[in-house]
């Protein structure tokens, strides 16, 4: 019979579960961890194993199994933990362990158990005050930001091509017309087809762009606008150029103090000393294991703009006239 594993492997872990109990082994709460409670092949269920288990499922779960302490447990047992590994023989027996994609899924657990296992260890080293103490002062950016505000800026030679920019945006203040403006007349090129967008610009003329300064004459400017979407009404002075400046919005000075930040800079700690370690293993181990490493045959994989495989082409085939399928082929009309 096909399936007879089962049937007779099911009722020999029942018999043997209730012969342990039947000998008077120990079975209940003072059972020691390492009691047997079941065989099943060549696997044995532990009291530590089964008591872990149950106590892994929420009390609501666990009302399905029985409405006693007792009967919880025989049929959790019974019903899952020997059906588990009845199923996981069955599956080695009929070889599907030998599939990729099974193969796949177990190194898959792996990875998460070792991650996993690197977490732990990486969390069981106490975060002390001193180390969050020192990646708040080293990181106190991040943490601490003057008030900054979000600005437009077209950059032109004269006071008088600043006032015509002006005027042009009195006749039409939409924000395409003042890209067009930014495109054609600002002398920056570093923003002038973005529409002049400095970002965020802090007092002391620093944006979000640690390569991009402004004066810190249009930062004055723009923090004595409304917050609004307020244009400068006047052309504004900056270096030997004159600026038309357009403040956006602004952002609020922050100061988060250490006390209010120790919880997350621990977690961030943990995380980091998880990512040293990874990185350790995976550094070493590379160079023990990984061998035969061929590029070349890796640049034969086609990926199609869909991410879907496709077959290596072999060499001295021509490729395909007929367009693949949901990408537009250039000189095609696909009205």
Do not use: C
């Not at 203040?173 to 970002?199: C, P, Y």
């Not at 977690?267 to 035969?292: C, F, G, P, W, Y």
């Not at 879907?308 to 537009?328: E, F, I, N, T």
């Amino acid at each position: 019979m096909r399936y007879g594993f089962a049937y007779g492997g099911f009722f020999a872990a029942l018999a043997a579960f209730l012969i342990t109990t039947a000998s008077g082994a120990p079975s209940r709460a003072d059972a020691p961890d390492d009691a047997v409670v079941a065989r099943v092949g060549n696997r044995v269920v532990t009291a530590g194993e089964l008591s872990r288990r149950i106590q892994s499922l929420p009390p609501f779960q666990l009302r399905m199994f029985g409405r006693t302490e007792e009967e919880i447990k025989r049929n959790f047992l019974e019903m899952v933990m020997v059906r588990d590994l009845l199923l996981s023989q069955g599956a080695v027996d009929q070889k599907l362990d030998e599939k990729e994609e099974v193969r796949d899924r177990v190194r898959a657990t792996l990875r998460t158990a070792m991650l996993q296992s690197m977490r732990l260890e990486a969390a069981s080293t106490p975060v002390t005050d001193a180390d969050v103490e020192k990646f708040y002062n080293d990181n106190i950016d991040k943490f601490r930001a003057p008030e900054r505000i979000a600005i437009w800026r077209i950059l032109v030679a004269t006071q008088e091509e600043a006032a015509k920019v002006i005027d042009e945006m009195k006749k039409d203040g939409s924000v395409k017309h003042w890209n067009e403006l930014a495109r054609e007349k600002s002398l920056d090129k570093a923003t002038n087809m973005r529409g002049g967008n400095l970002g965020y610009v802090a007092a002391d003329g620093k944006t979000t762009e640690p390569a991009l300064t402004v004066e810190p004459a249009i930062y004055e400017a723009a923090k004595a606008l409304k917050d609004d979407l307020k244009m400068s009404p006047t052309p504004v002075k900056e270096g030997d150029k004159w600026a038309v400046i357009w403040r956006r919005q602004s952002m609020k000075a922050v100061e988060r103090s250490l006390e209010l930040e120790a919880p997350g800079i621990r977690q961030t700690i943990v995380h980091q000393r998880t990512e040293a370690k990874l990185k350790e293993l995976r550094d070493s181990a590379r160079n023990d294991r990984v061998r035969d490493v061929n590029l070349e045959m890796v640049d034969d994989v086609a990926v199609t703009s869909q991410g879907d495989l496709q077959p290596a082409r072999r060499p001295g085939l021509l490729p395909s006239k007929r367009p693949s399928v949901g990408m537009p082929q250039p000189g095609h009309d696909h009205r």
